[in-house]
């Protein structure tokens, strides 16, 4: 079935410091989409990728898609102490929008 | 609006006990899912309803059922909990319409099993 990898699994960096989490798919996606989960928290919605090769920014954070779709980023320049968790792509599951495979998340820890 | 709530927040069982886990939407969404999320593991789908009246198996739906109550509220039943139920499940939900994929999560219910 499909599957969705992310690295690293976790990264902890200085304040101040970039960020970057992989995610690379089995298949080619239609779309991906790219979750935050605080400790303790639940996972929310940060933005959807449709486009070969888009880019889109929000704020400090850049989320990239592949050109060929099956592989994604996100960037987060200058960490701050309130960038900390659990950051987690997904892409639809089976060809169907209904379902999405996760990746397994990457833990981000911010060292004040 | 509420966005996506789940009752009970926490909950300790005895290996063979069954209980139900509830969850309602306020947002007017056709799909709903519910998810466990174990250390390490991501977040893995239980089982799902694409709309009112449907659900269908996700990727790890043995020892769970659930019922599409109505649009509002999809609830999932362990019948005989087990030690490797032992987990953080939450509830999600989706809207319809062009490009609105994306998923609402509730706070999640965490579910202890001795």
């Known amino acids: 079935g499909q599957q969705v990898m992310q690295i690293p699994q976790y990264q902890h960096v200085q304040e101040g410091e970039d960020f970057t989490t992989y995610c690379n798919s089995s298949?080619?996606?239609?779309?991906i989409q790219w979750y935050k989960q605080r400790p303790g928290g639940h996972p929310v919605f940060l933005i959807q990728l449709v486009k070969s090769g888009e880019v889109k920014k929000q704020k400090r954070l850049t989320f990239q898609f592949g050109e060929a779709k099956k592989n994604s980023s996100l960037h987060i320049t200058a960490t701050q102490t309130t960038d900390v968790g659990t950051y987690f792509c997904a892409g639809p599951s089976g060809g169907s929008n209904y379902k999405l495979t996760f990746g397994k998340g990457t833990l981000l820890t911010v060292n004040p | 609006n509420a966005g996506v709530t789940q009752t009970p927040k926490f909950q300790v069982l005895k290996t063979g006990q069954s209980m139900t886990l509830q969850c309602a939407q306020d947002m007017n969404h056709n799909s709903m899912y519910w998810y466990r999320q174990d250390p390490g593991m991501g977040l893995r789908l239980i089982y799902y309803s694409a709309s009112e009246g449907t659900t269908d198996k996700g990727e790890v739906p043995n020892g769970y059922n659930v019922s599409r109550l109505n649009k509002r509220e999809f609830s999932l039943r362990l019948e005989s909990a087990a030690p490797s139920q032992t987990s953080v499940y939450f509830c999600?939900?989706?809207?319809?319409?062009?490009?609105?994929?994306?998923?609402?999560f509730g706070p999640g219910t965490r579910l202890t099993v001795t």
């Open positions: 298949t080619t996606l239609s779309n």
């Open positions: 999600a939900s989706r809207g319809t319409g062009t490009g609105a994929y994306e998923q609402y």
